[in-house]
């Protein structure tokens, strides 16, 4: 059973910085793409970065030079570095896993970003 766990979520000021987790099970972590998507309040989901098996990573224009995503296989995890966030930034971020013919989804980690 694949499961991705999502932790790191919360509440923080303008300009503070969060880090996210996705911890896997039950796939090859070290053959899976890995995504973190987001989706905001009356908003689209959208993909906010992307790490390749081969750690080249791409990032959506607005978190470019704030975001950081980075993966571990060892401890089966992916991260999210989130710095000087915005009260933009607010959403739903689910964490995605994709392998090939399949793909997973974490069940979210909510972060708020407000003063």
């Known amino acids: 059973q694949v499961q991705l766990v999502e932790s790191g979520g919360g509440l923080v000021q303008p300009g503070g910085s969060l880090r996210l987790s996705c911890a896997a099970s039950?796939?090859?972590?070290?053959?899976?793409?890995m995504a973190w998507h987001r989706q905001g309040p009356g908003k689209q989901s959208e993909s906010v970065a992307i790490?390749?098996?081969?750690?080249?990573?791409n990032y959506v224009d607005s978190v470019k030079g704030r975001f950081t995503i980075s993966r571990d296989n060892a401890k089966n995890t992916v991260y999210l570095q989130m710095n000087n966030l915005k009260p933009e930034d607010t959403a739903v971020y689910y964490c995605?896993?994709?392998?090939?013919?399949?793909?997973?989804w974490g069940q979210g980690t909510q972060v708020t970003v407000s003063s």
């Open positions: 995605y896993a994709m392998t090939p013919g399949n793909g997973y």
């Open positions: 790490i390749t098996t081969g750690g080249e990573t």
């Open positions: 039950g796939i090859m972590f070290s053959i899976a793409t």
